[in-house]
């Protein structure tokens, strides 16, 4: 057989293994080449700073100290995931080769660190209660999760963390409602919210949005706590 026909073969089972078996995706750290920028984003945005300040006042979250990992998932899904969160280490990953601008750093941040407070903040009553608001203000969010993400035990989470990255009014009282932050960081959400559009919510996308970053596959699962939320 000649060479040629060979080399074809080879690329042709080549490009078949990878359809089939996905690709690797590298993430790192956050604060790697945007230590600065993640810092200021963290004490500017309000959303951030209120709770950064409560629920990692050094930013350990955002430490650039970590290690990468890679996960493997599908090339078609590789652009749709910015980034990462591993209970394990408790950091915020990005995607290595992705390029971010502002609002897409500020809405990774704001989603991944959700599953940060999910994990080790709330005590499973806190859990259950968001689980009962979401049945009496369902998300349309709440559909996608289940459409995108193949494991059920990561509906939870993923419903916490989508939800207060596209918060609603009624999402932002019931943060206050859990003490998951005060009477006072609520309003100022809410009058933030009255004097600013509304981040764009993926209502309708069969994708998982940009700035909708996935729980670490690779993690390890985090047992659960009966953590007594911040006062």
């Avoid at 992705?98 to 991944?112: A, P, S, T």
Wanted: hydrophobic fraction near 35%.
């Amino acid at each position: 057989m000649p060479s040629g026909t060979l080399i074809k073969k080879f690329a042709t089972c080549l490009l078949l293994a990878l359809l089939l078996c996905g690709c690797a995706t590298t993430y790192v750290p956050i604060s790697w080449d945007f230590r600065d920028k993640v810092l200021e984003l963290s004490r500017s945005d309000l959303t951030l700073a209120i709770l950064f300040n409560r629920y990692d006042p050094t930013r350990s979250t955002l430490r650039g100290g970590g290690q990468s990992f890679n996960e493997v998932m599908m090339p078609s899904q590789v652009k749709f995931h910015l980034g990462a969160y591993r209970p394990d280490t408790q950091l915020i990953y990005r995607n290595l080769y992705q390029n971010y601008n502002d609002r897409e750093l500020r809405d990774l941040m704001v989603h991944e660190f959700s599953h940060h407070i999910w994990f080790n903040f709330m005590s499973q009553q806190q859990r259950s209660d968001w689980q009962e608001h979401l049945e009496h203000y369902p998300s349309p969010l709440q559909a996608m999760v289940r459409n995108v993400y193949p494991r059920p035990s990561d509906y939870d989470t993923e419903d916490f963390a989508f939800t207060v990255e596209y918060a609603r009014p009624v999402d932002i009282e019931a943060l206050a409602g859990l003490n998951l932050i005060s009477a006072q960081e609520c309003a100022a959400l809410l009058s933030e919210r009255e004097k600013k559009p509304s981040p764009a919510s993926p209502h309708g996308s069969a994708q998982i949005p940009h700035a909708g970053p996935s729980l670490s596959q690779n993690a390890p699962k985090s047992p659960e706590k009966e953590t007594t939320s911040l006062p």
